[in-house]
């Protein structure tokens, strides 16, 4: 199994500029979700999944865009890329359960850096 | 507020010694405690995932402990390797059917030393 794939690793991106970090998943995990990741602040909540069709908006999800149009799949879109959006962003699934997230399988990161 | 509080913020042991790093929460309600352990440049990797009910919880030389009266956990490492050397992560999940409900600590940074 590849479990959760991150794509790209690594971008360097203008100030303005959008694009897409993508995910994907092969454990038919109903939950997904978007993770930051900076210095001295722990890993912060952008947007969550809990199946196709319905997302929900998490800790920090201003700049950030998400769709879930497959189980497998749950890209995260930078509208328009800012220097505080320097970070490094990790995705990770697991199976939900009447309300509750199971063990969370993270990916290996993709480190943004915007200049 | 939910929080979850991890110490010490590094610690540096010698390969072959034991340690135990700490965890206290205030996330209420309370459906368990996971404890992640990160690789520099890689992603989370899961250790142990605590109920309410669980006290012990042991992953190879891994040992984690849950006191949910007093909202504390730990972790124990024994006879470290350098391949410990890495961030550890308590995250608690405050349940409550909300999936974004996950409480994150920001890591205990490990190293040790030949």
């Known amino acids: 199994n590849a479990g959760v794939t991150q794509t790209p690793k690594f971008q360097v991106l203008k100030t303005g500029q959008s694009m897409t970090l993508q995910c994907a998943q092969d454990m038919n995990h109903e939950y997904m979700s978007w993770y930051r990741q900076d210095p001295g602040m722990g890993l912060r909540l952008i947007h969550y999944s809990v199946g196709a069709g319905i997302t929900d908006q998490g800790e920090v999800p201003n700049g950030y865009n998400v769709s879930r149009s497959t189980t497998e799949d749950f890209p995260l879109r930078l509208l328009s890329a800012a220097p505080s959006q320097t970070s490094v962003y990790f995705c990770a699934s697991s199976y939900s359960r009447g309300g509750n997230t199971g063990e969370l399988f993270f990916g290996e990161g993709s480190r943004l850096t915007v200049l | 507020k939910n929080q979850v509080e991890q110490s010490p913020q590094s610690l540096i042991i010698l390969e072959g010694k034991n340690c135990t790093l700490q965890c206290n929460y205030t996330v209420s309600p309370f459906s368990n405690l996971r404890w992640y352990k990160q690789d520099t440049g890689r992603g989370p990797v899961s250790l142990t995932i605590?109920?309410?009910?669980?006290n012990t919880k042991s992953n190879g030389r891994y040992t984690a402990t849950l006191d949910a009266d007093t909202k504390q956990s730990s972790l124990h490492i024994t006879a470290s390797q350098l391949s410990d050397s890495a961030s550890y992560i308590c995250?608690?999940?405050?349940?409550?059917?909300?999936?974004?409900?996950?409480?994150f600590g920001k890591g205990t940074k490990l190293s040790v030393k030949p």
């Open positions: 995250v608690v999940s405050g349940g409550g059917g909300s999936q974004g409900n996950l409480i």
């Open positions: 605590m109920t309410f009910s669980e």
